[in-house]
């Protein structure tokens, strides 16, 4: 079972998770102290971290749904693609 620890940054509580493989840093609270919920929304909207988070998945989690992940890729990052052809 993974052991999670907090850290105060600047007033913002930043969760640690350690696991047997390493120690894992919470990104989104990390962004919560920079008006995160535009920048996670903008991150989650770039097609590179989808196909990211897409290999992480299939990888780490033997009930990854690759039908539900296909659509979502299929709408990730389409008009920043169409503007650059």
Do not use: H
Not at 13 to 18: M, N, P, Q
Not at 27 to 48: C, E, P, Q, V
Not at 51 to 77: C, H, K, Q, T
């Amino acid at each position: 079972m993974a052991k999670s620890n907090k850290i105060e940054v600047k007033g913002t509580s930043i969760t640690i998770l350690k696991e047997p493989q390493g120690e894992y840093i919470s990104l989104t609270d990390m962004l919560k102290a920079k008006d995160g919920d535009f920048f996670i929304s903008d991150w989650l909207r770039n097609r590179n971290t989808v196909e990211f988070l897409g290999i992480w998945e299939s990888v780490n989690n033997p009930d990854f749904n690759y039908g539900e992940f296909a659509i979502i890729r299929s709408r990730a990052g389409l008009n920043s693609y169409k503007n650059s052809f």
